[in-house]
């Protein structure tokens, strides 16, 4: 037996600890004992049922680093399938597969001691990185990752980053290894003060304009306001991703002063494989460090709601300890 937690379909905001089997490996999958999960917002949508269930019971969390028999550490993301005959499949964009399976919503993810994931989507983890640092890189590190290149980000320019919890630290980092000018607009105290100590150019409110025009601008806050600011922020020609799953509105703007003059919205999906590949090389290259705030599997709640009231710098990592065969 093992100890996982559990959300009910209809006990929305809520999970229960619970005693369930140790999950059985099926044609194509692997079990891992998992040595970290990291918490992330769209648990958040999941618990909270902002994504309608699926299931009558999900285990939730995608951000695993789990253990194989032989001791070698693989990750295990959102996507933790596609179907790969699609037209998106066929032409590098699984992404946007018609029908993907979703790590910690379409399947049992790593809020558990054990998960079983399919062997082909799992990454492994270098080994000069920490558990503890791998396990957010792989939803908030790589989803991140793909907004820049969903924005276009080059070398040098000015980026401007909405929101700045789990996602955006690490994004930080790459941008300034790129030697770009970073503007962070956010609320709350604690997490101005962690981007200023990563190095951004200038930290303002959540919807504060920056002293200088963006040439691109990404999004993490599931809010429209923070959507219009950043396209308010935009040069001609400038860009702005939304990392986001679920946004709760996008507000009416005007055309003429926010989108006129070939400014783009874009949004951001999922991530594939390649993503994962290249951003833990780019991380590792980089020595990209995550700002962790460690929990017992037991605590996954407190982690949860010490992530919806924004009291976490960084990210929420739980730790199930020593999860032996019982």
């Known amino acids: 037996m093992m100890k996982a937690l559990v959300h009910h379909a209809g006990d929305c905001g809520r999970l229960t600890l619970e005693d369930r089997d140790i999950p ?12 970290a999960c990291g918490v992330c917002r769209t648990d958040l949508h999941v618990i909270d049922e902002e994504l309608p269930p699926r299931h009558e019971t999900i285990v939730p969390g995608h951000q ?9 550490r693989l990750g295990i993301m959102w996507l933790g399938g596609t179907d790969g005959t699609c037209s998106y499949c066929r032409s590098d964009r699984e992404n946007l597969c018609d029908a993907p399976v979703f790590t910690g919503y379409d399947r049992d993810g790593g809020y558990a001691e054990y998960v079983a994931a399919r062997e082909d989507f799992t990454i492994a983890i270098p080994p000069q990185m920490s558990t503890e640092q791998a396990a957010p890189l792989l939803c908030a590190g790589v989803i991140g990752f793909r907004a820049l290149r969903v924005a276009g980000v080059h070398p040098g320019e000015r980026v401007g980053l909405y929101g700045f919890g789990a996602s955006a630290h690490l994004v930080l980092q790459v941008l300034r290894a790129w030697n770009c000018e970073v503007y962070v607009a956010t609320r709350g105290e604690s ?37 219009i600011a950043g396209l308010g922020a935009l040069r001609k020609g400038g860009v702005v991703a939304i990392n986001a799953i ?30 994962a590949h290249d951003f833990l090389r780019v991380a590792a290259d980089i020595g990209l460090q995550s700002r962790v705030a460690a929990f017992p599997l037991e605590q996954g709640p407190e982690a949860l709601r010490a992530l919806r009231e924004d009291r976490v710098d ?3 990592v739980l730790f199930p300890g ?3 065969i019982r």
Do not use: C
């Open 64 to 72: 695993v680093v789990g253990e194989t028999p032989d001791g070698s």
């Open 314 to 316: 960084g990210a929420a």
């Open 191 to 227: 997490h101005r003060e962690l981007a200023r100590e990563l190095g951004a150019s200038w930290v303002g409110e959540a919807t504060e304009a920056p002293p200088v025009l963006l040439d691109r601008a990404v999004t993490f806050a599931p809010a429209g306001e923070v959507v």
């Open 322 to 324: 020593k999860a032996g």
């Open 24 to 35: 059985q490996a099926r044609r194509g999958e692997i079990v891992l004992r998992v040595l």
């Open 246 to 275: 679920h946004l709760d509105r996008m507000p009416q703007f005007d055309y003429d002063r926010l989108l006129w003059g070939e400014r783009q919205i874009r949004s951001v999906t999922n991530m594939t494989r390649a993503d």
